[in-house]
């Protein structure tokens, strides 16, 4: 259970990082009218695309001890990157970034801009429009990318395969160590953690649904 | 028009060239061999001079001998086993999964410790006292549920009572071949690999120290014919061509021990 547990600490420590850092980032991309903008929806959305050893592969190398960002790392922190939990934490926040700002995107975009602009004409700034119309009316959108990057975290194998090093506690998720069960046929014990993770990713996903829905909903509609 | 001409002589003899490929191929016999990662390095050059004798092509599948093992219980389709270690070959043969007779053993490995070049401690002056330095802070060996190297190296750790001292520092690869790519990048500091794998080009910068043959038992290394290979015949041959034939040349030139006569393995008759 000590892997399961690592699992969801990750995984919430991930999906706060990554609210914070993705709600303003969601929020130039649907309010800019910039040309460029497409680029930066192209690099957010990669990790949907690239296989995970793409990104074990730079991390391992160009943040190993002889790549120069690395070397950087290794004078500024005394360790690299690999084998640590830190390091876990960097990974999942590239690999589930576009599971944060896809949602949260959406959810900014579909807010009626007349909202906002009678807001704007009755005076309010632009970060009291922000806080007071956009973000109440975007709650299931938040949630959604929370939730999502909560669980795609949870999921996560091949950097952490890449990276980690096995290490119990530290590096060893509930994906590797579910791996590790397999890999020495002790099928027992893969299928606890296995059926765990399943009705853990089966609960917070059926929870978003459902909120979604409007079967069971913790706030006001709208 | 000549230059027409040409391009279409050109790609009438490619294509020629073409089904004689997948003619001569198609007749020769294609095997599976699914081989220790401490293998990576050597059984490339095995297999094509094995290819250059027999005319068979022989395909590699490289994995920590236990999670070929897993694979092999669960009916992957390979024909032949080289395993790191006799206790894998041993159960597949009593689980019926590898055919008795064929076990043998064909190499020996060594256990060696590698630092990167450019590290500040002499393996070879101070050895274990290495692995105790502040600036190494992890040391990177295989996992010893799946791979008999980690299974060696915490044996020899524990005999030099060091393993729990040094059991913080420790980083799994998941084989053998991912532990020294740990120590090569520079990411763990030290590595205790295998000796095959240090005289690959890309560790050759580094510094050894061959780890006391008593310090941990024996790496027999076995290979078996599986029940379920189709080509049981140059199966067979290839083992033979590894432990009799230009293969023992190989395996000795890339650090592997060779037992005294190839003889099939006493342990498992």
């Known amino acids: 259970m000590e892997a399961l547990w690592l699992s969801v600490r990750l995984a919430v420590l991930v999906a706060a990082i990554l609210l914070v850092v993705a709600v303003p980032l969601a929020y130039?991309?649907?309010?800019?009218?910039?040309?460029?903008?497409?680029?930066?929806?192209?690099?957010?959305?990669?990790?949907?695309?690239?296989?995970?050893?793409?990104?074990?592969?730079?991390?391992?190398?160009?943040?190993?001890?002889?790549?120069?960002?690395?070397?950087?790392w290794l004078a500024w922190f005394g360790h690299t990157l690999a084998f640590t939990f830190t390091g876990l934490v960097v990974a999942s926040l590239f690999y589930s970034l576009p599971f944060a700002v896809q949602p949260l995107v959406l959810a900014f975009e579909s807010v009626d801009p007349r909202l906002l602009a009678a807001a704007a004409v009755l005076g309010a700034s632009r970060w009291r429009a922000f806080r007071q119309i956009l973000l109440p009316l975007s709650v299931p959108g938040i949630v959604t990318a929370a939730v999502l990057s909560f669980a795609h975290t949870l999921g996560e194998f091949g950097v952490v395969l890449m990276v980690g090093g096995n290490i119990p506690g530290v590096t060893r998720t509930v994906s590797i160590d579910i791996y590790d069960h397999v890999q020495s046929l002790d099928y027992a014990a893969a299928n606890r953690m296995a059926i765990a993770l399943l009705l853990i990713s089966f609960a917070v996903l059926s929870t978003i649904y459902a909120m979604n829905r409007r079967v069971w909903s913790p706030w006001p509609g709208r | 028009m000549p230059a027409r001409?040409?391009?279409?002589?050109?790609?009438?003899?490619?294509?020629?060239?073409?089904?004689?490929?997948?003619h001569l191929s198609a007749q020769k016999k294609q095997l599976r061999v699914a081989a220790a990662s401490d293998l990576q390095t050597v059984m490339p050059e095995i297999a094509a001079a094995f290819q250059a004798d027999s005319g068979h092509h022989a395909e590699l599948i490289f994995g920590s001998s236990g999670s070929l093992f897993a694979q092999i219980?669960?009916?992957?389709?390979?024909?032949?086993?080289?395993?790191?270690?006799?206790?894998?070959?041993?159960?597949?043969?009593?689980s019926g999964r590898a055919e008795p007779r064929s076990a043998v053993t064909y190499?020996?490995?060594?256990?060696?410790?590698?630092?990167?070049?450019?590290?500040?401690?002499?393996?070879?002056?101070?050895?274990w006292r290495c692995l105790l330095k502040p600036e190494i802070s992890r040391v990177a060996i295989a996992n010893p549920a799946q791979a008999p190297y980690g299974r060696a190296a915490v044996q020899a750790l524990q005999f030099a009572r060091l393993y729990e001292q040094v059991r913080p520092k420790l980083v799994y690869g998941e084989n053998i071949s991912q532990t020294a790519q740990f120590a090569q990048s520079g990411n763990a500091q030290a590595?205790?690999?295998?000796?095959?794998?240090?005289?690959?080009?890309?560790?050759?910068?580094?510094?050894?120290?061959?780890?006391?043959?008593?310090?941990?038992?024996?790496?027999?290394?076995?290979?078996?014919?599986?029940?379920?290979?189709?080509?049981?015949?140059?199966?067979?041959?290839?083992?033979?061509?590894?432990?009799?034939?230009?293969?023992?040349?190989?395996?000795?030139?890339?650090?592997?021990?060779?037992?005294?006569?190839?003889?099939?393995?006493?342990?498992?008759?």
Not at chain 1, 55 to 62: D, H, K, P
Not at chain 2, 8 to 13: D, I, R
Not at chain 2, 236 to 247: K, S
């Open chain 2, 107 to 127: 190499a020996v490995g060594t256990l060696v410790l590698w630092l990167p070049p450019g590290a500040n401690c002499d393996p070879q002056a101070e050895q």
């Open chain 2, 5 to 22: 001409g040409c391009i279409f002589k050109c790609l009438q003899s490619l294509l020629l060239l073409l089904c004689v490929a997948i």
């Open chain 1, 28 to 72: 130039w991309l649907a309010q800019t009218a910039w040309r460029g903008k497409f680029l930066v929806e192209s690099a957010i959305s990669l990790p949907l695309v690239l296989p995970p050893t793409v990104l074990g592969f730079y991390l391992l190398v160009a943040l190993g001890a002889n790549g120069w960002l690395g070397k950087l």
């Open chain 2, 73 to 94: 219980q669960n009916g992957a389709p390979f024909d032949l086993f080289f395993s790191a270690d006799s206790e894998f070959p041993a159960k597949l043969v009593q």
């Open chain 2, 191 to 269: 590595g205790l690999l295998s000796l095959s794998q240090v005289h690959s080009p890309s560790l050759q910068g580094g510094r050894r120290w061959e780890i006391p043959r008593d310090a941990y038992p024996a790496i027999e290394q076995v290979a078996v014919v599986l029940t379920s290979a189709r080509e049981k015949s140059a199966a067979q041959e290839f083992v033979q061509f590894v432990t009799r034939g230009r293969g023992r040349g190989l395996l000795e030139k890339s650090g592997f021990h060779l037992p005294d006569d190839a003889q099939p393995s006493t342990r498992h008759k």
